[in-house]
């Protein structure tokens, strides 16, 4: 009984060439047109593992975790020195989707880098800046910016602690002037202080003080018949104006007329009772 034999069935030509393009597992070295060329691992003809991209035109070269084509997972971005004609790092940390998210550290400069969280290419969540004039800055960031409570410590020692807003000073802070010994308890409005309080503060150990302390100031609340307006004071209802004298005895000979910076005790009718070198007294009428 004669066999018959069937020929098998080939393959079309391009169908065997797109099998052997296709790009799976370690590659050596891979070129695109343009110049670029990645060595490192492959998934799906797309860069998925480890590996090293270099871009001709930019002069960068990132190596690190790819996923699907894109860098995700730890890797470090590195770009051409013009001055040099050398690589110098500028991030290293988390990416996603192909940007920076997570943590990381960013390089602008020799002497200026930040340390923190990222989110889309950007600082957000917390982080510290080291600026190149000595300058630090930790605390909150959102989109690029201080956003939240922070510190601001500068070169010269003195700091700022309270919130920012769009990298601003803006809400309740403190300011810590540790050259002249003083500390400023305020609100804060777009970088400028709007009312607040200031007192001495480590004064004895600061470089530079201030010539004289800041007097303390003390307040006592009166009603009727103290005078609150500026007519011609009665001194038939003004019962209490001894009481008062009584108790604030002046350290110079006279009595003074004026406001608070010579010292002494004022109502709103501008009337001082007496003065003194360490305190200063301010009448509340009521």
Request: aromatic share 12%.
């Amino acid at each position: 009984m004669p066999i018959s034999k069937c020929p098998q069935k080939s393959e079309a030509l391009w169908k065997v060439w797109d099998q052997k393009a296709q790009k799976n597992g370690l590659k050596h070295q891979v070129y695109a047109v343009n110049g670029d060329h990645y060595v490192g691992e492959w998934k799906d003809n797309m860069k998925h593992g480890k590996g090293r991209q270099i871009w001709k035109k930019k002069g960068a070269i990132y190596e690190g975790d790819w996923k699907l084509g894109k860098r995700d997972g730890y890797g470090t971005l590195s770009l051409l020195d013009q001055e040099t004609g050398k690589h110098r790092r500028v991030y290293s940390g988390w990416w996603k989707g192909d940007k920076k998210s997570g943590y990381g550290i960013q390089f602008f400069g020799p002497k200026e880098y930040y340390e923190g969280e990222w989110c889309g290419n950007q600082r957000n969540g917390w982080g510290r800046m080291y600026y190149s004039n000595g300058d630090i800055f930790e605390g909150q960031w959102r989109n690029d910016k201080p956003e939240g409570e922070g510190m601001l410590r500068l070169k010269n020692g003195n700091r700022y602690e309270g919130y920012w807003q769009r990298g601003l000073k803006n809400g309740s802070g403190r300011f810590f002037h540790l050259d002249h010994g003083q500390l400023f308890e305020g609100f804060w409005v777009d970088d400028i202080a709007k009312c607040g309080t200031m007192i001495d503060f480590g004064r004895d150990e600061a470089p530079e003080p201030t010539r004289f302390p800041i007097p303390e100031t003390l307040m006592a609340y009166w009603r009727k018949p103290w005078p609150c307006s500026r007519r011609k004071r009665n001194k038939k209802t003004d019962t209490r104006l001894p009481e008062l004298q009584e108790k604030v005895k002046p350290t110079s000979s006279t009595a003074q007329t004026g406001a608070a910076p010579t010292g002494g005790v004022s109502g709103d009718s501008g009337h001082t009772l007496g003065t003194s070198s360490s305190q200063h007294w301010i009448i509340l009428c009521q």
